[in-house]
């Protein structure tokens, strides 16, 4: 079945200091990829997709690009925040079943001033 | 994008008792959806709420565990039954917009924590 890896937590950064949380998955098919942000005593909200491959994601300075050849979904930024400090999954889902989605383990962003 | 509210947004609860969450959406929705966030994991499917027809349920949940209903296209409630400490998790709704190209919308949350 389909599963997503992301790399283990938690992240501790300096302000301005630059992010890479790795994503990898196993998927069947041709799904869409997603990265999803939680912030504290909040609900999950998208922060980027790619919808296929080579497909570049990007919001709020975050960069992710769909790589096939790797499996890959890589999520970096170049100048992180305290204020992105929060909990962050890669996730993968069809066309076909929207809402049916697959999500990695998240990972704990902490960003210091 | 799409307004989801819950409530309870957090219970505590006795072991064996149950508890309904209800969640609540902006606009109407083909298909809501229940996750599970236990604590320390990731995300994971419970089931898909239909509207008109029963919850489809994923592998490891089961209808007399967590019942759910559908009674219109903006509202959805989850069950929790004869609850036990591992039970002890996060309880999201969410919602695909159909124009939205599988973009999930995530309600807040409900914490549930079983003693």
């Known amino acids: 079945g389909d599963s997503v890896t992301q790399m283990e937590g938690p992240v501790t950064l300096s302000e301005e200091a630059f992010l890479t949380i790795n994503c990898t998955y196993t998927a069947t098919g041709y799904p869409s990829l997603f990265w999803y942000v939680q912030y504290p005593g909040e609900g999950l909200q998208l922060l980027l997709k790619a919808t296929k491959a080579d497909d570049k994601g990007s919001n709020k300075g975050f960069e992710a690009t769909y790589r096939k050849e790797t499996t890959s979904f890589h999520l970096e930024k170049g100048s992180v925040q305290v204020s992105d400090s929060a909990v962050y999954f890669c996730?993968?889902?069809?066309?076909?079943?929207?809402?049916?989605?697959?999500f990695g383990d998240g990972t704990t962003l902490t960003v210091k001033p | 994008s799409a307004v989801i509210s819950q409530k309870p947004s957090r219970d505590i609860c006795q072991r064996g008792t149950s508890l309904t969450i209800q969640c609540q959406v902006d606009s109407q929705v083909t298909m809501m959806f229940w996750y599970r966030q236990q604590p320390g994991q990731s995300l994971t499917l419970i089931a898909t709420?239909?509207?008109?027809?029963?919850?489809?349920?994923e592998s490891g949940f089961v209808i007399d565990k967590f019942p759910i209903s559908r009674p219109n296209l903006t509202f959805s409630t989850l069950t929790v039954s004869n609850m036990s400490p591992e039970d002890s998790s996060i309880y999201l709704c969410s919602v695909v917009r159909e124009s939205s190209y599988n973009e999930q919308f995530f309600g807040p949350g409900t914490r549930l924590t079983v003693l």
């Open positions: 996730a993968l889902t069809y066309n076909t079943n929207a809402g049916k989605s697959t």
């Open positions: 709420a239909n509207q008109g027809s029963e919850a489809t349920y």
